[in-house]
């Protein structure tokens, strides 16, 4: 199971960015899926997340300016980032709950992580 991410770079403040996270391989079944961020010298910090269902939450600092949603037929997730500002400067990691087969339980899988720069 893989989770490859693409859609970072260098961006002014103010503008948009959307990231984009697929999940290929053998799998059964994805619940949750979120996508976390890593400044640097700073803990990995949860951004936003989205059930199977669709339910979402999202960190207090990105309220109102990133929207995160998934398409379960396509097994991937986005985050459209707007309104950058330079402290959203990190990289940016998608997560997943995978489920390999029937009777296995959900195990946490991460994609490489894609860079994102706000430039002020």
């Known amino acids: 199971v893989q989770l490859q991410a693409c859609g970072g770079g260098l961006v002014q403040a103010g503008g948009s960015l959307r990231l984009s996270c697929a999940a290929s391989?053998?799998?059964?079944?994805?619940?949750?899926m979120a996508w976390y961020r890593q400044a640097p010298g700073e803990k990995r910090e949860l951004v936003a997340a989205?059930?199977?269902?669709?339910?979402?939450n999202y960190a207090d600092s990105v309220k109102g300016r990133f929207t995160i949603s998934r398409d379960n037929a396509q097994n991937t997730v986005y985050l459209q980032m707007d309104r950058l500002k330079p402290e959203d400067t990190a990289v940016y990691y998608c997560?997943?709950?995978?489920?390999?087969?029937?009777?296995?339980?959900?195990?946490?899988?991460w994609g490489q992580g894609t860079l994102v720069t706000v430039s002020s």
């Open positions: 391989g053998s799998f059964f079944d994805i619940n949750n």
């Open positions: 989205i059930s199977q269902g669709g339910g979402t």
């Open positions: 997560y997943a709950g995978i489920k390999r087969g029937m009777y296995t339980r959900y195990d946490s899988e």
